[in-house]
């Protein structure tokens, strides 16, 4: 089946610092990946979607200069939270939509901000 | 727009209890309904799917009908286990040229020896 590989799987930062996320697709190519973030006991709110070779598109309400999103190759996508603050602490998970197996999910990063 | 009204939990069973989660829809087109669900600190795995109306997704001992004339895609299992105790989360696909998952609230399922 089709493997997505999300690093880290936490981090804890001090706030003012910059964190990035990996989302890399082991098996197939992913034109496209989903970037979610998840507060504590609640569903997932699609951040932004990651196109390889264009800029992405975010959600309404979604700041784009704090939570960088670069897709520079057709494994990889990287989601940077800048500037963190204690805020910004939550679970983000990624996702690839493949076309024979839907949609398949990162493990998820938990991001404590400090 | 599109959205998932899903049973709030907390659920707790005992071992070989039967579970019924409901979910409801409303979505433009013809949806493709999904069940994920997460283990504590991790990401989300699809239990099941179905496409279209009627169509019943299985997987596991979890089963859920399409059924369009009530936008409903409720969860059951027949006999929970303690490995069952997870988020569940209702997900539609509107489909189209707009790939997006739109998710309900997620519920929480203990289930106890």
């Known amino acids: 089946g089709a493997v997505v590989s999300q690093h880290p799987s936490r981090v804890i930062c001090k706030s003012g610092t910059s964190v990035k996320i990996e989302c890399r697709s082991l098996d197939f190519q992913a034109t496209t990946m989903f970037w979610y973030r998840q507060f504590p006991k609640q569903s997932l709110m699609l951040m932004a979607t990651s196109n390889e070779g264009s800029k992405a598109t975010y959600e309404q309400g979604v700041e784009k200069d704090k939570f960088l999103i670069n897709h520079a190759s057709l494994t990889l996508s990287t989601l940077t939270v800048t500037s963190a603050h204690p805020e910004d602490s939550s679970f983000y998970i990624c996702s690839v939509l493949f076309p024979n197996y839907g949609y398949t999910f990162g493990s998820g990063t938990r991001l404590t901000v400090v | 727009g599109d959205s998932v009204t899903q049973m709030e939990g907390p659920v707790t069973l005992s071992e070989e209890a039967f579970l019924t989660i409901n979910c409801t829809y409303t979505a433009t087109g013809y949806p493709s309904l999904f069940w994920y669900v997460q283990y504590p600190g991790e990401g989300l795995q699809l239990l099941l799917k179905a496409t279209k109306a009627d169509d019943k997704g299985s997987n596991k001992g979890f089963e859920a009908t399409y059924r369009k004339e009530t936008t409903s895609f409720h969860l059951e299992k027949g006999s929970v286990q303690v490995s069952d105790s997870a988020v569940y989360f209702c997900?539609?696909?509107?489909?189209?040229?707009?790939?997006?998952?739109?998710f309900g609230k997620g519920t929480l399922l203990t289930v106890n020896p």
């Open positions: 997900a539609l696909d509107s489909g189209g040229s707009n790939y997006k998952l739109t």
